[in-house]
């Protein structure tokens, strides 16, 4: 957020205080006409709802970032986990590429199974994770899940 983000409310609040405390001045030393004190107390209402709808803003990013930064750092770590979990299969794959017999190809199977197993775990700890924060959007992501993987039983 720029300088003038976090200024331009605080700039408008002192503007409104000192409207106010010049009106307040002005009527103890004179009457102040209809016009004159619409104007004053307009303005100082203008600058003080939109310096506070700024703060509102401001205040609310603030603690929204603070509620999701640690779901993020969780996101972060399953997303290095299924990334490193990924260069696995990648590794086992260019080792299979050299086939050396049909007992070979069962253990690069398996292992690949175990990281395939291992990978969908990690998934489903980062569905866990987000449940906290959208718990709605999870619950179908999962049903979007079972049903493809119902469709694929039934396919395969």
Same mark, same amino acid.
Not at 1 to 13: A, D, N, S, T, V
Not at 15 to 20: I, K
Not at 49 to 59: A, E, K, M, N, P
Not at 150 to 156: A, D, H, V, Y
């Given at each position: 957020?720029?300088? $003038? #983000?976090?200024? @331009? ?5 002192l503007?409104?205080?000192? /409207? =106010?405390? %010049?009106?307040v ?7 102040l006409?209809n $016009? #004159?004190?619409? @104007?004053l ?6 600058a003080g709802? /939109? =310096?506070? %709808? ?6 609310a990013?603030d ?22 979990s990924?260069?696995?299969v990648?590794?086992?794959?260019e ?6 017999g ?12 175990a990281i395939?197993i291992?990978?969908l775990a990690?998934a489903?700890?980062?569905l866990?994770?987000w449940?906290?924060?959208v718990p709605?959007?999870?619950?179908e992501?999962?049903?979007k899940?079972?049903?493809?993987k ?7």
């Open positions: 957020m720029g300088k $003038l #983000e976090r200024w @331009f409310p605080l700039l408008l609040l503007m409104s205080f000192a /409207v =106010s405390a %010049f009106a001045y002005i009527a103890t030393q004179r009457t006409t $016009l #004159e004190g619409a @104007f107390q307009g303005f100082a209402l203008v709802l /939109v =310096s506070s %709808f700024i703060f509102g803003r401001q205040s990013t603690a929204a970032r603070d509620i999701i930064k640690p779901h993020a750092r969780s996101a972060f770590r399953r997303l290095m986990s299924l990334y490193e990924l260069s696995r990648g590794a086992e794959i080792n299979a590429k050299t086939p050396k049909i007992v070979d190809s069962e253990i690069v199977l398996a292992k690949l199974e395939v291992e990978q990690t489903d700890h980062a866990e994770d449940s906290d924060i709605e959007d999870v619950s992501l999962r049903a899940l079972e049903s493809r119902q469709r694929g039983q039934r396919n395969g």
